[in-house]
């Protein structure tokens, strides 16, 4: 039986739920239409702008102005140049020279300045050395200047300044290519190939404390005549010790430096002895080969602490400028 209410409606309208559908169906329609227009509407507005810039762009180029551009972008190197610098902080220590002493030759020879000479610098790992002897004559008796200068990368200089004594050879002089000779046969007898760095500095003490004896003076001019006397006289002073040992350890190839005790309140002469690397210059030991009467010890590779021990048995005896020479390992 069909509704009243809905009685001369047409079919369509006849179901409540159709006649929505259809409510709802006329609205999506007008929504899409003015979607549409706004649409249409946005593009002829572009449109008319792009137009309108292209006639302006012709316009300029007909009137010479120079149509607008944005700034060019910066190259790389410009980048790099306007960057701000990094800087580190300024070297300013000098480096330091050690191992330099008061020299001795005799007349008419020749000397290497540089021999037992050490250079070290807290940054520059190769400051540059250089001697000044233009003083010097070695063909006349005389004490000239000699001044090395060691400068690093960053123009620090440090000057250390010391002597050199010219004096005539005595009637005992001996060459000095017998005094190498002689040094690398001595050698051939107490070193040999399988001895490591540190065997081969003890046997030179051991032959040098086994075959040499003190004697109270000593021809201090030239230290390979005195290490020739004593390996054939087998006699001579702390100097004679020390250029034996100094000479051998050179023959060795073993760098070597030459120390001095300054002269204090405690004692007032002069003790030479040496320091030698077993590591080609990166760590040093000293070496005294001169015998100790009083209290015997084997001064062999000793520490600085070592011998400031030996210092609390003969107050001073190793007194010497410790700013001037490596320092040796802690232990």
Same mark, same amino acid.
């Given at each position: 039986?069909?509704?009243? &209410?809905?009685?001369?409606?047409?079919?369509?309208?006849?179901?409540?739920?159709? $006649?929505?559908?259809?409510? *709802?169906?006329?609205?999506?329609? &007008?929504?899409?239409? $003015?979607?549409?227009?706004?649409?249409? +509407? %946005?593009?002829?507005?572009?449109?008319?702008?792009?137009?309108?810039?292209?006639?302006?762009?012709?316009? =300029?180029?007909?009137? =010479?102005?120079? /149509?607008?551009?944005?700034? !060019? /972008?910066?190259?790389?190197?410009? *980048?790099?140049?306007?960057?701000?610098?990094?800087? =580190?902080?300024?070297?300013?220590?000098?480096?330091?020279?050690?191992?330099?002493?008061?020299?001795?030759?005799?007349?008419?020879?020749?000397? /290497?300045?540089?021999?037992?000479?050490?250079?070290?610098? @807290?940054?520059?790992?190769?400051?540059?050395?250089?001697?000044?002897?233009?003083?010097?004559?070695?063909?006349? !008796?005389?004490?000239?200047?000699?001044?090395?200068?060691?400068?690093?990368?960053?123009?620090?200089?440090?000057?250390?300044?010391?002597?050199?004594?010219?004096?005539?050879? !005595?009637?005992?002089?001996?060459?000095?290519?017998?005094?190498?000779?002689? %040094?690398?046969?001595?050698?051939?007898?107490?070193?040999?190939? $399988?001895?490591?760095?540190?065997?081969?500095?003890? *046997?030179? #003490?051991?032959?040098?404390?086994?075959?040499?004896? #003190?004697? *109270?003076?000593?021809?201090?001019?030239?230290?390979?005549?005195?290490?020739?006397?004593?390996?054939?006289?087998?006699?001579? @002073?702390?100097?004679?010790?020390?250029?034996?040992?100094?000479?051998?350890?050179? $023959?060795?190839?073993?760098?070597?430096?030459?120390?001095?005790?300054?002269?204090?309140?405690?004692?007032?002469?002069?003790?030479?002895?040496?320091?030698?690397?077993?590591?080609?210059?990166?760590?040093?030991?000293?070496? @005294?080969?001169?015998?100790?009467?009083?209290?015997?010890?084997?001064?062999?590779?000793?520490?600085?602490? +070592?011998?400031?021990?030996?210092?609390?048995?003969?107050?001073?005896?190793?007194?010497?400028?410790?700013? /001037?020479?490596?320092?040796? !390992?802690? %232990?």
């Amino acid at each position: 039986m069909s509704d009243p &209410r809905t009685a001369g409606r047409p079919a369509q309208y006849r179901s409540e739920q159709q $006649r929505r559908r259809a409510i *709802a169906e006329k609205k999506r329609r &007008r929504k899409r239409a $003015r979607i549409y227009f706004r649409i249409k +509407q %946005a593009i002829l507005i572009l449109a008319a702008l792009a137009i309108g810039y292209s006639l302006g762009l012709r316009a =300029g180029r007909v009137s =010479g102005e120079a /149509a607008p551009t944005l700034p !060019p /972008a910066p190259s790389e190197a410009q *980048a790099v140049q306007t960057q701000p610098m990094e800087t =580190g902080p300024s070297d300013t220590v000098a480096p330091q020279i050690m191992g330099v002493n008061r020299l001795a030759v005799f007349t008419g020879s020749s000397i /290497a300045y540089r021999s037992g000479i050490l250079v070290s610098d @807290d940054t520059d790992p190769a400051p540059k050395l250089s001697v000044d002897s233009s003083q010097v004559n070695l063909s006349a !008796p005389g004490t000239y200047p000699v001044i090395y200068t060691a400068t690093d990368s960053a123009g620090n200089a440090t000057t250390v300044e010391t002597t050199i004594t010219v004096s005539d050879a !005595p009637t005992t002089y001996v060459d000095e290519e017998l005094i190498k000779e002689t %040094a690398d046969t001595l050698l051939e007898q107490i070193i040999s190939e $399988r001895m490591t760095k540190e065997e081969q500095v003890n *046997a030179v #003490y051991d032959w040098i404390a086994g075959h040499c004896y #003190y004697i *109270a003076e000593f021809d201090k001019s030239d230290y390979m005549q005195a290490a020739y006397l004593m390996m054939t006289t087998n006699r001579g @002073d702390c100097y004679g010790f020390y250029a034996v040992s100094r000479l051998l350890f050179e $023959r060795l190839g073993l760098p070597t430096l030459t120390v001095t005790r300054l002269p204090n309140e405690v004692r007032t002469t002069n003790h030479w002895w040496n320091m030698v690397s077993l590591d080609g210059g990166e760590s040093w030991y000293h070496f @005294d080969s001169t015998p100790h009467l009083t209290y015997p010890t084997r001064t062999c590779l000793f520490t600085d602490a +070592q011998l400031n021990e030996f210092n609390l048995l003969m107050p001073n005896y190793y007194y010497f400028d410790h700013d /001037a020479f490596p320092s040796t !390992p802690e %232990a």
